[in-house]
């Protein structure tokens, strides 16, 4: 990678500051008169810069484990801090805001809109924040330079491969510069080549701009990229 976007992108974290730090976390849902209990006490930190995989089996809560960072879903009971501040009061509307300026998120389905272009795509997060149109354009096609996609901005999701849509995904999540980035089994629907290559750019994204990586992966050799791994059994961290 070149000079870019990523390499001038400091952290806003405050100095000494975890990205992310659970309390006690417990996570449960009511199904009928039974209570299921996903999440039991999970209590962590992850630093600035970490590169982090978060491992166990189907149904191991680490899914679950992984929406709460996001602020995609909330704790039942404990507390979240994401750049120092406590999260647990905060309503819908800033929640979403938080989200859309603190993480990225790539999911192992893509999840790009078929009708936009792929630089359309890198776009939309930046949609809701305050960056004026011309600079996020710019913004947009960096970021898609250097996953390799320069020559594909006007091109449709149906246009790509797999490995293509997942470069498009990384680059939207790198759109707002946030300082946490959620990867979801991002190799899960690639070849064990192209899931080499995203990989790759993760971690060069993780060593070259200091940005917090969090991979949920049931795959040892995609969370052998990580420097740090966080093992869930039964909802608990062990």
């Not at 602020?71 to 905060?90: H, I, K, M, Q």
């Not at 498009?168 to 899960?188: C, F, H, K, S, Y």
Request: hydrophobic residues 40%; contains cysteine; negative net charge.
């Amino acid at each position: 990678m070149n000079a870019s976007p990523l390499n001038m992108a400091a952290s806003s974290v405050p100095p000494g500051t975890p990205v992310v730090r659970l309390e006690d976390i417990c996570k449960s849902y009511q199904l009928g008169e039974t209570r299921s209990h996903v999440l039991r006490d999970v209590s962590f930190s992850i630093e600035v810069g970490e590169f982090t995989a978060m491992q166990g089996p189907s149904g191991s809560g680490k899914s679950t484990l992984l929406h709460i960072l996001g602020l995609l879903d909330r704790p039942t009971s404990g507390r979240y801090f994401l750049c120092g501040e406590d999260v647990a009061g905060l309503d819908d509307d800033a929640l979403s805001a938080r989200r859309n300026a603190t993480i990225g998120f790539v999911f192992q389905s893509f999840y790009l809109i078929p009708y936009a272009t792929a630089l359309d795509n890198v776009l939309l997060p930046g949609m809701y924040a305050a960056t004026p149109k011309h600079a996020l354009r710019e913004r947009g096609l960096a970021l898609l330079e250097q996953v390799g996609l320069a020559d594909r901005a006007g091109h449709k999701p149906s246009q790509l491969s797999g490995g293509q849509q997942q470069r498009v995904a990384l680059a939207r999540a790198l759109i707002n510069n946030p300082d946490l980035i959620l990867a979801d089994e991002p190799t899960g629907q690639l070849d064990s080549k192209t899931g080499e290559e995203i990989m790759s750019l993760l971690a060069e994204i993780n060593a070259r701009a200091q940005k917090t990586v969090v991979v949920v992966t049931h795959d040892d050799a995609t969370a052998a990229y990580a420097r740090r791994r966080i093992l869930v059994h039964d909802g608990r961290v062990v």
